[in-house]
């Protein structure tokens, strides 16, 4: 059925269904912070996503790839929390991350690092990406 003939006759369960998908998205957002979503519960992701790490959709040049943005803006996040902390985390590997579009695109990214003792933790940081202009808002051990 047409947009118009739904209008004509009333039937407006699609803002329902749209209402319902939002509520879902809101839920699985603030339980996790935007980490830990499960996408699988939702029809609509509303332009947000996990990010495959194998893949080289988020980037634009030729060489690179999604696992070397993560890279780099995890860095950034491991510095940005170093200097915070006075501590000297290096940056294991990227576990998962996931994005939503703002001024930019915000990841959040969940990632392993080693202190100086070799002891690995999991972190996670918020990294807001313009390519000249990258801001960490957050980085913080993952909580328990």
Request: a negative charge; glycine letters at 4%.
């Amino acid at each position: 059925m047409s947009p118009a003939a739904i209008a004509s006759t009333g039937d407006f369960s699609w803002e329902e269904d749209l209402s319902e998908d939002l509520r879902l998205f809101d839920e699985e957002w603030e339980k996790s912070g935007g980490f830990d979503i499960d996408f699988s519960k939702l029809r609509h992701k509303f332009e947000t996503g996990a990010v495959d790490l194998d893949d080289d959709d988020l980037v634009l040049d030729p060489d690179d790839t999604n696992v070397g943005l993560l890279n780099r803006l995890s860095n950034l996040a491991i510095s940005y929390y170093n200097d915070k902390t006075d501590t000297r985390l290096e940056l294991v590997k990227v576990l998962k991350a996931n994005y939503h579009p703002s001024a930019g695109v915000t990841y959040y990214i969940t990632f392993e690092a080693s202190d100086c003792n070799q002891k690995t933790k999991q972190y996670q940081a918020v990294v807001r990406y313009l390519p000249r202009d990258t801001e960490v808002i957050s980085c913080c051990p993952k909580p328990s």
